[in-house]
């Protein structure tokens, strides 16, 4: 599939990293002489951190080409998007040529902020809003808005490549995020302008309180638990009367004056000038992908996005052992060392063993129906550093898988081939109800036996039965 990027500033960059991720070919459209040098430092980006949000491998990157002309980046482009400066009346002039040059059944999408269809298209054009947020490579949100079954075929596409479209019942001016983070924007202003809070303590009042909230439950679902066992009608009761004093300045907009400007630069310069914006970018990507992994454990709010396009990821398949792991390391699984942490190898592991339970049948509904395998001891092999970023690839070789008993031999190794650790790992399969072993159902116990009669043919692994602190044989 190609997608064609039109305008690959801060935001057609991060669309282009999000496609060509997910498999995508990916032509761009920029007249800037720079575009790509930047859109390639927005790639690297995205590369050490959107892969980091998955257990799983996502697909081979697709191609990245850069065309000098509009037609030829369009040509065969199942996806379109707009992504060049907020002005109306250049959007006609660049959806207008699109209308023309588009495949027909290309999907025409506008990452524009504020604009309703009906005013992009004015001139005969057949975009919809497809408006995303910065990172686009991280954050799943895209609004859509226009034509009802224009936008829902747009949004198969988008959930294809790990996004969430919200489709907006009504066109309106900015959509729906972008009057939330305006009404925020224009109070902070005012705070900054009245001289009340710096661009640094208005920040942190976020950052330190209702930020945090806001990625797990948004506003109504935190407002319902503040309004205690009550619940949304008690909360409602005791603030509501404030909406009419009112605490907020509402619609006024402070005029953007010299002075202003200066003002709230200089706070900000004061405040992350230490940083390049690139290194801001990092920080920020590092930190997404922790809280976003966070969220992905208990399935909320853009966690469960993750969760269910990773579910719809091939699992990575070889003709020898099965390969129960394929993933990049994320920047959160390293430490003080600059290396792999040691508990995350037991992580990356553990991971494997529930993989091959899938592989031999014993799934999550085998599970729910009250039947699993507890991990009764494990020994770890550290053998070679593993770095953020790098592919840690995860094969395992069964060395017993009879009766109640599964002990299973996983090889850790990297893109190269080459061994970082091995996990040995003694199971033993139970009844949930009873909290006691015994043995597996026929199917799991037949899969069980098929491995490990393939696998006995193999050699015992090196290291295999290996104790803490045993001298190397070698040498
Ligand atoms: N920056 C943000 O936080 C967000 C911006 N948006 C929207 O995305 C759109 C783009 O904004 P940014 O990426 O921030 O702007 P930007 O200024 O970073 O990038 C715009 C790019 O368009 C290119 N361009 C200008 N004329 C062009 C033309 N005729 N054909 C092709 N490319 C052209 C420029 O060279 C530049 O690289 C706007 O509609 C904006 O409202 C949407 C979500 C967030
Ligand atoms: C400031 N902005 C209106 C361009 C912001 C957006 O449109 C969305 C975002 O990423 O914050």
Request: with cysteine; charged share 25%; net charge negative.
């Amino acid at each position: 599939m190609k997608a064609a990027i039109v305008g690959g500033g801060v935001i057609g960059g991060g669309w282009a990293a999000r496609f060509l991720l997910n498999g995508w070919d990916v032509a761009v459209f920029d007249p800037d002489p720079e575009a790509q040098r930047k859109i390639g430092e927005v790639i690297e980006n995205a590369r050490r951190s959107l892969p980091s949000l998955y257990d799983r491998s996502l697909p081979e990157e697709g191609q990245l080409i850069f065309h000098a002309s509009l037609s030829d980046a369009v040509q065969g482009a199942a996806w379109i998007q707009e992504s060049v400066p907020e002005r109306l009346e250049l959007k006609h002039k660049v959806l207008g040529n699109l209308t023309d040059l588009a495949q027909s059944d290309a999907v025409i999408g506008s990452s524009t902020s504020g604009f309703k269809p009906s005013e992009l298209n004015r001139d005969g054009g057949r975009a919809i809003v497809a408006h995303p947020f910065n990172p686009v490579y991280l954050l799943p949100l895209v609004e859509l808005v226009g034509e009802k079954s224009e936008t829902e075929r747009a949004a198969n596409i988008l959930r294809d490549i790990g996004m969430y479209p919200l489709i907006v019942r009504k066109e309106i001016e900015a959509h729906i995020a972008d009057r939330l983070l305006e009404a925020v924007w224009r109070e902070s202003l005012w705070l900054v302008k009245d001289g009340i809070a710096t661009t640094a303590e208005i920040d942190e009042a976020i950052r330190m309180g209702f930020g945090l909230r806001w990625a797990q439950m948004g506003l109504f679902e935190t407002y319902r638990v503040a309004g205690g066992e009550a619940g949304m009608k008690h909360f409602m009761a005791q603030f509501g009367p404030a909406l009419e004093w009112p605490w907020t300045k509402l619609m006024d907009v402070p005029e953007f004056t010299e002075d202003l400007v200066d003002l709230i630069a200089g706070q900000s310069d004061t405040q992350s000038g230490h940083m390049s914006i690139r290194e801001l970018e990092r920080l920020r990507d590092d930190n997404l992908v922790g809280l976003l992994r966070s969220l992905k454990k208990s399935g909320s709010g853009a966690g469960g996005v993750i969760s269910s396009h990773e579910s719809a990821l091939p699992h990575s398949a070889s003709a020898s052992l099965p390969i129960t792991g394929d993933r990049q390391i994320p920047q959160s699984w390293t430490d003080y060392n600059g290396h792999m942490n040691e508990a995350y190898y037991l992580e990356a592991g553990a991971a494997a063993t529930d993989r091959f339970m899938e592989l031999i049948g014993a799934d999550a509904d085998y599970v729910a129906a009250g039947q699993s395998y507890f991990t009764v001891e494990n020994h770890l092999r550290y053998l070679d550093e593993l770095k953020e970023g790098e592919r840690l690839i995860i094969t395992t070789q069964v060395l017993e898988g009879e009766g109640k008993r599964m002990k299973l031999f996983h090889f850790l190794k990297n893109a190269d081939s080459k061994l970082a650790a091995t996990m040995e790992t003694l199971l033993l399969h139970v009844d949930l109800n009873s909290r006691s072993s015994c043995p597996p159902g026929a199917n799991v116990a037949s899969r069980l036996g098929t491995f490990a009669a393939k696998h006995k043919n193999l050699p015992l692994p090196e290291g295999a039965g290996r104790y803490v602190g045993q001298r190397s044989q070698v040498g």
